[in-house]
């Protein structure tokens, strides 16, 4: 009556989890998401490289550069985004150079480097949110406002 386990069957719910959660969460949290995953695929390509397991390192920066590249650096507003944006996108752009060269030389220190880059934007990005959540109804802004910080 049933069938065995079938790991096509288990993509492809995964698969449709996935989309659904994508639809019903905001685009703060997908942007954490992104930042969290390149953060994953390089520590898994740095951990395929003291292995040696060559795949899973091209495969792991390979994931990567595709999140920098089609994830963060597309969901930037280069029109309104102004020098933020601009600077995000240099960052971004720069940390595809150099993932791409630790992959080609085989270089940790690299990979390092660029963690040591997106982390702090990453904590930065997510305490946005916390910041944001703590904030009293009286002092925050309208939904979808800037929010303008003094320095």
């Not at 386990?5 to 954490?32: G, W």
């Not at 992104?34 to 395929?48: D, F, K, S």
């Not at 944001?132 to 925050?140: C, F, H, L, T």
Request: include cysteine; aromatic fraction near 4%; charge should be negative.
């Amino acid at each position: 009556m049933f069938s065995a386990y079938s790991p096509r069957a288990a993509n492809a719910y995964q698969r449709i989890n996935v989309e659904t959660s994508m639809h019903t969460m905001d685009q703060h949290q997908l942007v954490s998401l992104l930042y969290e995953g390149v953060l994953n695929a390089i520590a898994t390509a740095r951990g395929a490289l003291a292995r040696g397991d060559v795949l899973g390192k091209v495969n792991a920066i390979s994931k990567a550069v595709r999140i920098l590249e089609e994830g963060l650096s597309t969901s930037l507003d280069k029109v309104d985004g102004g020098e933020l944006a601009e600077n995000l996108g240099a960052l971004y752009d720069y940390c595809m150079r150099r993932l791409i060269l630790a992959n080609a030389r085989n270089d940790d220190a690299i990979m390092q480097e660029v963690m040591r880059l997106i982390e702090p934007v990453a904590q930065g990005w997510n305490e946005i949110k916390k910041n944001g959540a703590s904030a009293s109804p009286a002092n925050s802004p309208a939904a979808g406002q800037p929010v303008l910080v003094e320095a």
